[in-house]
């Protein structure tokens, strides 16, 4: 079992940027999951954003946050974060993080974090 600990949302003006953390609580670990973010915007299905191998080799992007955002790991750490930069209004959302499958599905993932509000404001 992974307890997923998530941090770093905040209000923030458009253009602007942050970095969520999601860290494995102690006692469990995030070995050998891959690792993936999932956004919730207001009055939206939650929809994929990201996703990153256990290694960190191999990372995949929704097309809306490509060349925007970058996933990274630490498992040293036990940590995934989301580096999201050039927010934009429609960014807004509560942020997931996940451990499972490398997959952009939510069926993939079978550890989720409690979820973390990113507020863009313009």
């Known amino acids: 079992q992974v307890q997923l600990v998530e941090s770093g949302g905040g209000l923030v003006q458009a253009g602007g940027s942050l970095r969520l953390s999601c860290a494995a609580a102690?006692?469990?670990?995030?070995?050998?999951?891959?690792m993936g973010w999932f956004r919730q915007p207001p009055g939206k299905e939650r929809e994929f954003v990201a996703t990153?191998?256990?290694?960190?080799?191999?990372?995949y992007y929704a097309d809306s946050v490509k060349g925007r955002f970058t996933v990274a790991r630490d498992n040293a750490k036990n940590t995934v974060y989301l580096q999201m930069n050039s927010l934009e209004p429609e960014d807004t959302a509560v942020y997931y993080c996940?451990?499972?499958?490398?997959?952009?599905?939510?069926?993939?993932?079978?550890?989720w974090g409690q979820g973390t509000q990113v507020t863009v404001v313009s």
């Open positions: 102690p006692g469990t670990s995030l070995k050998d999951y891959a």
């Open positions: 996940a451990a499972g499958t490398f997959a952009s599905f939510e069926r993939d993932y079978d550890y």
């Open positions: 990153i191998t256990w290694t960190g080799y191999n990372s």
